[in-house]
């Protein structure tokens, strides 16, 4: 057993019982002496300091057999004072007596039987201080001993946080159901990286041989590759609930049956993964943004245009390995060579733009009137740049941050992934740096448009905004990317921009 005794806790319950503050002595304070001089106080130490000779006659003592804790030689300096302050000075001279029996072990020339001596001695003044802590009797204060340990390990629980991707349904009704989708070549990679470490898994499902592609085994065979790789990412399947078909007679709502349960894929990525897909070979898609909704406005509500819901659809025009999937049951807007279609939130008054970066995501540029992906909008109208993945999902939205009303009018995506968007603004724009302005005086802005550019990174997350506005309406409606990274902008003023001479009405500018 290895015994550490800090005097400290001595120290602290000796002056709290005096009354002193933690780390003062007695020796120093002016105050009525309430407790006697302990031997760690500040005057003690002095006075050891001085006389080693004393420090040196009881460990001479004790290697001689002699007990190390001895009650009736602790002295008090103040008449009447509790036997616990004799009993604590006896415990930690005993102590002070045994860590000087320990430093002899270090003396220059110490024989062999020296040394023994020593541990011998040490050994059975470490039973003494042990046998009597435990049968230390005090009034006022309990002495427990520790155990000193070189690791502390937690009990509790660290929970991992999984990042869920869910597929849309594979498969309807029974799961151990071939899928038509996975038959035939079907390749694609799957990229992780995990501590610092590149894991590059192929996939390849014709190395399944003669097994049948249904949902599980084809989950159960990529399993095994994502084992062999020793990384953390898992794949399973998600039951979908059916729920009941029905029909609607008039204003009635009939039951008729129940749909069959549909099975997604569901991709597990550990904490420690991040994880991307890519296929193995690519085909060109084309990407169309649409307002959908009643073409009758006067007799059913709608809105300004008559349109009650955008929507983001991918095609493809190629057959075979790369052809799109089959009309999806329900689906009433079927036409060929649509791979998915998906609804823009309905405060979406205007898509914009569309734009592709380069790992295949979908960048959308649209104006906002209402709260988009739970994030509220502070005025009238802002602008929202969405980011979707080959697979229709959403990845983030980001709205600007317009205190009066923006419009969102160019949209770019660098090769490296940057994004910039474009257009005007009145009012003020959150984290915007000005240049020079004239559509007001400093810190105020006219009802006037301004030009304005915002640039995310890779990550959604903006980079800069920088506002530039003439006196009177002007507007950024172009965007580039430069190749060392500039941003080039082109738009139009109704009066001079900031350094140049006015020309007539609507001019442009870059």
């Known amino acids: 057993m290895i015994v550490n005794f800090d005097p400290s806790l001595l120290s602290d319950y000796y002056n709290s019982r005096a009354g002193l503050g933690s780390g003062l002595s007695q020796g120093y304070s002016s105050a009525p002496k309430y407790a006697p001089t302990a031997p760690w106080a500040a005057t003690a130490r002095q006075t050891a300091a001085n006389s080693p000779a004393l420090l040196t006659e009881t460990v ?46 270090g003396a220059k020339g110490l024989t062999t039987a020296q040394k023994e001596k020593i541990k011998a001695v040490f050994n059975s003044g470490l039973l003494e201080v042990n046998a009597y802590t435990q049968s230390l009797d005090l009034d006022k204060i309990r002495v427990v001993q520790g155990d000193v ?5 937690s009990g509790a629980t660290v929970v991992k946080t999984l990042a869920n991707y869910i597929t849309p349904p594979l498969v309807s009704g029974d799961v151990s159901a071939e899928i038509a989708s996975l038959t035939g070549e079907v390749k694609f990679n799957i990229h992780i990286r995990r501590a610092g470490t590149d894991h590059d898994i192929a996939i390849d499902l014709a190395d399944m041989g003669a097994t049948p592609r249904s949902l599980g085994n084809v989950v159960t065979f990529i399993n095994d590759k994502l084992i062999a790789e020793g990384v953390g990412t898992r794949l399973a399947t998600s039951r979908i609930p059916g729920g009941d078909r029905t029909i609607l007679a008039g204003k009635t709502v009939i039951k008729v049956g129940t749909n069959p349960d549909s099975w997604a894929l569901n991709v597990k990525v550990d904490s420690g993964d991040t994880v991307t897909f890519s296929a193995a070979d690519t085909a060109p898609a084309i990407y169309l943004a649409q307002g959908v909704g009643n073409p009758d406005p006067d007799n059913k509500p709608a809105t300004k245009d008559g349109v009650t819901q955008r929507q983001i659809l991918k095609f493809q025009t190629e057959t075979g390995t790369f052809g799109a999937p089959p009309r999806v049951d329900g689906d009433l807007n079927w036409v060929d060579g649509k791979v998915w279609s998906r609804d823009v939130e309905k405060t979406a008054g205007t898509i914009r733009a569309t734009q592709i970066g380069p790992d295949g995501s979908v960048y959308v540029l649209a104006d906002v009137t209402g709260k988009t992906a739970g994030e509220a909008i502070k005025g009238t109208q802002d602008v929202a740049l969405q980011k979707y993945d080959s697979a229709g999902k959403l990845v983030y939205s980001r709205t600007l941050g317009a205190a009066s009303e923006a419009s969102g009018l160019a949209l770019a995506v660098s090769a490296d992934g940057q994004i910039a968007v474009a257009g005007k603004v009145t009012g003020r724009l959150g984290g915007a740096t000005d240049g020079a302005l004239n559509s007001g005086e400093a810190g105020q802005y006219a009802a006037n448009s301004d030009s304005f550019v915002t640039v995310f990174n890779e990550a959604g997350e903006e980079s800069w905004t920088q506002r530039r506005g003439a006196r009177l309406d002007d507007e950024a409606t172009n965007l580039a990317f430069g190749a060392d990274g500039s941003v080039y902008v082109a738009g139009r003023s109704k009066s001079a921009m900031p350094g140049a001479t006015v020309v007539g009405d609507w001019d442009s500018y870059i």
């Open 60 to 105: 001479k003592s004790a290697m001689q057999g002699r007990k190390l804790i001895d009650e009736s030689a602790a002295k008090l300096d103040l008449p009447g004072a509790s036997a616990d302050y004799k009993k604590l000075f006896a415990l930690f001279q005993g102590l002070n007596t045994l860590s000087g029996v320990a430093d002899q072990i």
């Open 149 to 153: 340990q070189a690791l502390a390990k």
